[in-house]
């Protein structure tokens, strides 16, 4: 199994800068695909940035040229770097990450999603 968890979020005031991290753990063999959805009440989850295990990156416009997704494979990690933080940035930020595992030398693919962090830009 492959389990993936969030940390980082919190309370930050209009203007602000937050880093989220996203750690992978469990049996993995490699990862392809990292990223973070978001998600306010009452509306749909958006993408907000990927980056492939050959550092293929996108955004969703809404966080172009403020946020900055990057992933460290020797830690199995994720991070988005998220500045010039806006009201409307405020949500339940979510990690995924998807690859092969390996058990008694048999992979399989895996899709991973973590529990969520609350972001809240707010003065």
């Known amino acids: 199994q492959v389990h993936v968890v969030e940390s980082g979020g919190g309370l930050v005031q209009p203007g602000g800068s937050l880093r989220l991290s996203c750690l992978a753990s469990?049996?993995?063999?490699?990862?392809?695909?990292m990223g973070w959805y978001r998600q306010v009440p009452g509306k749909q989850r958006e993408l907000v940035a990927t980056?492939?295990?050959?550092?293929?990156?996108n955004y969703s416009d809404s966080v172009k040229g403020r946020f900055t997704v990057s992933r460290d494979d020797a830690k199995d990690t994720c991070y988005l770097q998220m500045n010039s933080l806006k009201p409307e940035d405020s949500a339940v930020y979510s990690c995924?990450?998807?690859?092969?595992?390996?058990?008694?030398?048999?992979?399989?693919?895996?899709?991973?999603w973590g529990q969520g962090t609350h972001v809240t830009v707010s003065s």
């Open positions: 980056v492939t295990s050959d550092g293929t990156i």
């Open positions: 995924f990450a998807n690859g092969l595992s390996i058990e008694r030398g048999s992979k399989d693919w895996f899709d991973s």
């Open positions: 469990g049996s993995i063999f490699s990862i392809n695909l």
